[in-house]
């Protein structure tokens, strides 16, 4: 049977997300990301169209590396300004039933305990419809505002990230019982104190004595994404990652970095084709080929490939400003993205070859045509590397969302590629077809779950 095309909508509250410029095309409405409407229309939206979830990009830090300035990346709005993404999903999941919704959030800084409950309290509040893309962050901008000299050395960073699962494990999984909670008005017990225990962890990075403030929430720990290709970065993928976020340019690269996340996954001992892959694509579709093309050099003509190279800056801590054109770019290695940094390793790059990379203002794989053409090559993708489905970005928003939607969709319905309608469940039973709501028996998260039955013992007050 033919594999079923899963589909992120990759967003971020803010102006400029990916294809950096496109804020200026006169129908583009991303100005108004500050407003509950714009977001609440987009998930009204994202669920006529059956997307699988709103994936929210974040960043801490800003993108200070090109020309060792905020100049470019004021002007243009490259992720900055950047409002918070979890206060996004209150509204969007009261105006949706069953759009998921995937959230980034730096482990780096933010406390474990609080954001355990910040993300029980989503996850009730959608009904089970929460992810969490697991980041580490990689800008040294941001850990100087955070009080930091700089950032963590990059497997330092993945460390600290695996004890930091352990913590939410054992607040999210082990802290309630699943009977905990009674609600007996007669007997006058809501929770159950046997059934209540604290957590007590003393790492290396996190000292955490404390009970989880929130019952059991419909998934207990959010699906969890991760995206990080570096050796470090699979093995924690293999370990902890349901969802995995990849970077391909070619069909080729995409099938061996595809083939790398699932032998992460077995070498952690989980079933490798449970992962579900998904990569980062642009779609520019129209009835005729003729007619994308035209909008495809209509966007062109708005983005701003000055504004993507200086976002491709940070990501490799590299200031490509100080080169000119067609001077060679040095390597060197550094402490930001090692995917980024190791693709101008391993081809000659220069200035003017990345601004024509970046024509879009992004670098994602842009595919343009009429609906027969666009579903063919997504298929293509799918088939030829073993991806699971993609994160679509936006070029002109909404218009983006809306020509997928209501050309490329029907088109994949038609070839039997993408769901008639919603699975019933929370987000990990939508996209894991049958599996529970809570995280599989093979998930080291799911051995901190709280004993059946649970242990005696009081729940002592504060």
């Known amino acids: 049977m033919a594999k079923?095309?899963?589909?992120?909508a990759f967003n971020m509250n803010c102006i400029g997300h990916i294809n950096h410029g496109l804020w200026t095309h006169p129908r583009d409405t991303s100005t108004q990301y500050k407003t509950l409407d714009y977001w609440t229309d987009l998930a009204r939206l994202l669920e006529r169209g059956l997307f699988d979830g709103l994936?929210?990009?974040?960043?801490v830090g800003t993108y200070d590396v090109y020309g060792q300035s905020l100049e470019v990346t004021l002007k243009e709005s490259i992720q900055l300004p950047v409002n918070d993404p979890?206060?996004?999903?209150?509204?969007?999941a009261a105006v949706t039933k069953h759009l998921g919704f995937g959230l980034t959030a730096n482990l780096t800084y933010e406390a474990p305990y609080l954001f355990a409950r910040r993300l029980s309290t989503l996850d009730h509040l959608s009904n089970g419809r929460v992810g969490w893309n697991i980041v580490t962050g990689y800008l040294d901008s941001a850990a100087r505002a955070m009080g930091l000299a700089q950032q963590p050395e990059h497997d330092r960073r993945y460390d600290q990230a695996d004890e930091y699962l352990q913590v939410l494990y054992k607040l999210l999984e082990g802290s309630w019982a699943d009977d905990a909670v009674v609600a007996d008005r007669e007997q006058r017990v809501y929770a159950r104190p046997d059934k209540v225990r604290k957590v007590e962890h003393h790492g290396e990075f996190y000292k955490v004595e404390g009970y989880h403030l929130c019952e059991p929430s419909p998934q207990r720990t959010p699906v969890l994404f991760q995206a990080g290709s570096s050796p470090r970065g699979l093995a924690f993928a293999g370990q902890h990652a349901e969802c995995v976020f990849i970077s391909g340019q070619d069909q080729a690269a995409t099938r061996a970095q595809v083939d790398k996340v699932r032998a992460a996954a077995k070498a952690a001992g989980r079933d490798p084709q449970a992962l579900k892959v998904f990569m980062g694509i642009t779609v520019i579709v129209a009835p005729t080929e003729e007619?994308?093309?035209?909008?495809?050099?209509?966007?062109?003509?708005?983005?701003?490939?000055?504004?993507?190279?200086?976002?491709?800056?940070?990501?490799?801590?590299i200031d490509f400003s100080r080169y000119a054109l067609d001077e060679p770019i040095g390597f060197a290695k550094g402490n930001a993205i090692q995917?980024?940094?190791?693709?101008?390793?391993?081809?000659?790059?220069?200035r003017r070859r990345l601004?024509?990379?970046?024509?879009?203002?992004g670098r994602y794989v842009t595919l343009v045509g009429n609906p027969e053409q666009v579903a063919k090559q997504l298929i293509s993708w799918i088939d030829?590397?073993?991806?699971?489905?993609?994160?679509?970005?936006?070029?002109?928003t909404p218009e983006s969302y809306e020509d997928f939607i209501d050309l490329v969709v029907p088109e994949l319905q038609r070839r039997g590629r993408y769901k008639t309608a919603y699975r019933h469940g929370s987000l990990r039973q939508k996209l894991f077809d049958g599996a529970q709501a809570l995280l599989p028996a093979d998930h080291p998260g799911a051995a901190y779950r709280h004993p059946t039955p649970a242990p005696t013992g009081a729940l002592h007050h504060a």
């Open 55 to 59: 994936f929210i990009a974040d960043i």
């Open 355 to 361: 601004l024509e990379q970046h024509a879009l203002g």
């Open 384 to 396: 030829e590397t073993g991806l699971d489905g993609f994160n679509l970005t936006r070029t002109v």
């Open 291 to 317: 007619q994308a093309r035209a909008k495809h050099a209509e966007y062109l003509r708005y983005a701003s490939a000055e504004a993507g190279v200086a976002h491709f800056a940070s990501s490799t801590g």
């Open 86 to 92: 979890l206060l996004l999903v209150s509204a969007m």
């Open 4 to 8: 079923e095309i899963l589909l992120n």
């Open 339 to 350: 995917s980024a940094t190791r693709q101008l390793q391993e081809s000659a790059w220069t």
